[in-house]
């Protein structure tokens, strides 16, 4: 775009893009064929020298004056703009827009109030005037569009943004509602869909939250600037999408759980990096089930082809979607791949080990047993698969001898198991960037007991980063309760807790 100015005139701002710092990208070049003259007539010519002074002031009541000067001209005999459609428009979308940013002016004021000449007690929507302006440029001059549409994410469009996202922040959604119609008026870009999908939500309005979520989407497209929002986006949709599939029956929960499979594979794709992967995995398994749809495979199919690629839970959930498919092979394959990338995993232990036994390849599963009641020593089940390993030995042994050796070894990890005072049972294990928290369910076994837990929190090597111990309080027997052991530490990937006696 460019603009022709009178001889001498001060230069004018640059009309390209206003942006938030991480909001909009600003636009590439702007069209050599898009020339706006706001030198002639020689009224035109007149008002930018306003024009001009009245960007500079730092005076309100002067920069009011003047603008209620030129818009006084523009509203008098307009015919005598007429030679000059996209000057004149041009000019009147600029002080429309200095009125609307013009600290306490009503969104709707009077004509009167600011200039205007015709019906003066009527009131005039400023953004709406705008706009109106910005559509009359390109009716006259075609080759100005997509200048005009860039020049649309202005001063204006910022201030409507920013309120439309301050209100939905403050929970009043009317409000933000408001506001966001406003800056779409201006300009048709992601945030204003992103308030509108919340304030929607917010109402129940689930139909238009997933549409405007839709909308986001497709508006930001590649552009890094709107990587946040687009995910955010993303992550909604899909699960709105799973949510709303759960509570549909029929045709319409196979269809909102395609979608929703396909939202999950989409992020999955897009953001292969982010923390929430695992779950978008169970969560795309959980679509394909609602969906009806039996072929489970597509979910784990990578992580079986590149296992390096995935993380240690990752492999772990595949293994689990795997052995509700009935693809035993698959979940022992996927369940072994992410005890090798994390030696520690105490789920990935676990299913190693059960996978075994449901394989009847009851000497593999003592090694993983070892392994897991290091790490979780308290744990009835741990225990009991050493005592299902001897069971499924002894019985394909064929002299007495060895029988009751593992009879013997059957009855001694029984008795461990069963003489445990207190039970424990790993309730959630969540781990950051720089913190993890372990939550134990202990049961009390014994008669009474008081106990302090201590966990290691252990790096991808084995290595202790940090540990913390939580005190349970009296436990009767029968007693019930869950402790939270918080520790903070970079790159914290396992645990294991010492014995509770």
């Known amino acids: 775009m460019r603009l022709t100015f009178m001889a001498g005139a001060v230069a004018a701002a640059s009309l390209t893009t206003v942006v938030p710092a991480t909001a909009v990208a600003q636009p590439g070049g702007v069209s050599a064929s898009c020339n706006i003259d706001i030198n002639a007539p020689k009224e035109m010519a007149m008002l930018s020298l306003s024009y001009q002074q009245a960007k500079s002031s730092q005076n309100p009541e002067q920069r009011k004056k003047l603008l209620t000067t030129m818009t006084k001209e523009l509203d008098t005999k307009p015919e ?56 009359a440029i390109v009716a006259a001059s075609p080759a100005c569009e997509a200048d005009i549409k860039a020049q649309r994410q202005n001063e204006l469009w910022l201030a409507q943004t920013q309120a439309a996202l301050a209100a939905m922040s403050g929970n009043s959604l009317d409000s933000a509602e408001y506001y966001a119609k ?60 799973l949510e709303q599939a759960g509570g549909a029956q029929g045709a319409d929960q196979v269809a909102l759980a395609k979608e929703a499979a396909t939202s999950f594979k989409t992020i999955i794709a897009e953001y292969p ?16 089930t609602l969906a009806k749809d039996p072929d489970m495979g597509q979910v784990y199919a990578d992580m079986l082809a590149n296992p390096d690629k995935q993380s240690d839970i990752s492999l772990a959930i595949g293994g689990v979607v795997a052995t509700r498919a009935n693809k035993s ?13 994390n030696p520690n995993s105490r789920d990935g232990l676990r299913n190693v080990a059960a996978s075994y036994y449901s394989k009847d390849r009851f000497k593999d599963m003592f090694d993983p047993s070892r392994k897991l009641v290091a790490l979780d020593p308290n744990n009835y089940d741990a225990w009991m698969f050493f005592a299902y390993a001897a069971q499924g030995i002894g019985k ?15 009855v001694k990890y029984q008795k461990i198991a ?8 790993v309730a959630g294990f969540s781990r950051g960037a720089e913190n993890a928290t372990l939550t134990i369910a202990l049961e009390q076994v014994a ?23 939580a005190e349970t309080g009296a436990l009767k027997k029968g007693d019930r309760k869950n402790i939270e052991i918080k520790a903070t530490g970079k790159g914290i990937y396992a645990y294991r807790y010492k014995p509770i006696k």
């Open 273 to 288: 990096d982010s923390p929430e992967v695992p779950n978008h995995y169970n969560n795309w398994a959980e679509a394909l």
């Open 447 to 469: 008669a009474t007991g008081t106990y302090a837990v201590t966990a290691e929190f252990l790096d991808m090597a084995g290595n202790v980063v940090a540990s913390a111990t």
């Open 329 to 341: 092979d698959d979940a022992l394959k996927l369940f072994e791949a992410s005890v090798k990338k």
């Open 418 to 425: 069963e003489e445990l005072p207190v039970k424990a049972e």
């Open 80 to 135: 005598r703009f007429a030679k000059n459609a996209t000057g004149y428009q041009y000019m009147l979308s600029e002080v429309f827009k200095m009125w609307a940013l013009e600290p306490g002016t009503p969104h709707a004021p009077t004509r009167a109030s600011i200039g205007l000449v015709a019906n003066p007690t009527e009131t005039i929507d400023l953004v709406t005037a705008v706009d109106a302006a910005y559509k």
């Open 396 to 410: 394909a042994a064929k002299l007495p001898a060895e029988k009751k050796a593992w009879t013997d070894s059957l």
């Open 182 to 241: 406003r800056s779409m008026l201006l300009a048709n870009g992601p945030y204003p869909h992103y308030v509108l999908a919340n304030v929607a939500n917010q109402k129940n309005d689930k139909k238009a939250a997933m549409m405007h979520w839709k909308h986001v989407i497709d508006l930001a497209g590649k552009d890094s600037v709107y990587k946040d929002l687009k995910s955010g986006s993303m992550y909604y949709l899909a699960m709105t999408q």
